[in-house]
């Protein structure tokens, strides 16, 4: 009898936890599917490449000549953290449509006259999109190599990589 009752309470447990384990794991995955059907559209309309976490890493350790441009919020985000040897220069979230002059003249500055040079824009995480407008502005003035990190700080510092902190 008491080995029924062991045998029951461990089945309903085993129950319990695999609904738990596949109702989590369903919404998750239909999270992902959106984000990754999003970005796959960013990066179609951007023009732009895309970089990883570990390649971006490898082009940093091999001090590969680049532009790294953090486009978060300067004091919410890139004092706190940032890539080392990034720049920032923020751009909003939802997707631009038209550049504003100010803006256009400040992107053209930090990009500069090379339109061939490596420069890898990224901002908080896959979802944010304040990459995705400044790479694909850059590519949309004429810059041909342009990559976005959508990764971005969150993905860097899960990594367990260095960053910077402005003092």
């Known amino acids: 009898m008491i080995r029924k009752v062991i045998v029951a309470a461990i089945a309903a447990m085993l129950v319990l936890a695999a609904g738990n384990a596949l109702a989590a794991w369903g919404t998750k995955e239909l999270e ?3 984000i990754a059907v999003n970005f796959a559209g960013e990066v179609a309309r951007g023009g732009y490449k895309i970089v990883t976490t570990k390649e971006l890493k490898g082009w940093v350790d091999q001090k590969k000549p680049m532009l790294i441009v953090d486009t978060m919020p300067y004091e919410d985000s890139y004092k706190k953290q940032h ?6 220069l923020e751009f909003p979230i939802p997707e631009m449509t038209s550049l504003d002059d100010k803006t256009k003249a400040a992107l053209v500055k930090l990009l500069g006259p090379d339109k061939n040079r490596l420069t890898v824009f ?5 979802k944010c999109t304040r990459s995705h407008n400044a ?3 850059a590519v949309k003035l004429g810059y041909k190599n342009v990559y976005r990190y959508p990764g971005g700080i969150k993905g860097w510092d899960e990594a367990g ?4 902190k402005v003092k």
């Open 135 to 137: 790479a694909m502005w």
């Open 83 to 88: 890539i080392p040897g990034a720049v920032q």
């Open 32 to 34: 992902n599917e959106t």
């Open 161 to 164: 990589y260095p960053v910077e």
């Open 122 to 126: 990224y901002c908080g995480f896959t």
